[in-house]
């Protein structure tokens, strides 16, 4: 099932600073069961409160490393999404510090594709992360310009190896 299809009736929390991004998520995942926070302490309180198959966390504006911690605590998956953090250093330690995906918001549009292989492995207990990067490789190739992962080797060698899924892993994923 792709995308919006296999997130209906899913429960997400979306965080972000900006209003207009909360809502043209809400839309793009008009399937789901939404809780939006404006802000740190709102989030902070649904997450507290609720159970959620899946996040979306701005990095800016909202502490949204603080909520990675607190929510992949609490076994919630994560997709950080962001505009002004969008750099090489953020994709890595949104990763190190246990987001499943990092979406630049120009590609807002797919965020339910997105979302739905995060949630998918999370269900199969898949840990490792999903098609997003290989879909997403040549915006990161544009943005950060030619060579952007040498300055990392030893993490993206690591990042690759567990980005390489077994045949018996994509089995029981299909």
């Given amino acids: 099932m792709e995308g919006p299809e296999r997130?209906?009736?899913?429960?997400i929390l979306i965080?972000?600073?900006e209003l207009d991004v909360l809502?043209?998520?809400?839309e793009l995942l008009s399937?789901?069961?939404?809780?939006?926070?404006?802000?740190?302490?709102?989030?902070v309180k649904f997450l507290n409160k609720n159970h959620y198959d899946g996040a979306i966390f701005d990095i800016m504006g909202v502490q949204g490393y603080e909520l990675l911690r607190i929510a992949t605590g609490k076994g919630v998956p994560v997709l950080m999404l962001t505009a002004h953090a969008?750099?090489?250093e953020n994709l890595i330690k949104s990763i190190k510090e246990g987001a499943q995906s990092y979406v630049p918001k120009d590609n807002l549009s797919q965020i339910a594709v997105f979302l739905g292989e995060m949630i998918e492995a999370h269900q199969k207990g898949i840990?490792?992360?999903?098609?997003w990067f290989s879909k997403l490789k040549p915006?990161?190739?544009r943005q950060f310009g030619p060579g952007w992962r040498e300055k990392d080797q030893e993490f993206w060698r690591d990042f690759d190896s567990k980005r390489a899924v077994s045949k018996k892993d994509l089995q029981d994923f299909l």
Avoid: H, N, R, Y
């Avoid at 809502?23 to 809400?26: P, W």
């Avoid at 840990?127 to 098609?131: S, V």
């Fill in 7 to 11: 997130l209906v009736g899913k429960k």
């Fill in 15 to 17: 965080v972000d600073d």
């Fill in 23 to 26: 809502e043209t998520v809400e």
């Fill in 31 to 43: 399937g789901c069961l939404i809780d939006k926070a404006p802000s740190f302490e709102t989030a």
């Fill in 86 to 88: 969008l750099s090489p």
């Fill in 127 to 131: 840990d490792k992360p999903t098609g």
């Fill in 139 to 141: 915006f990161f190739d």
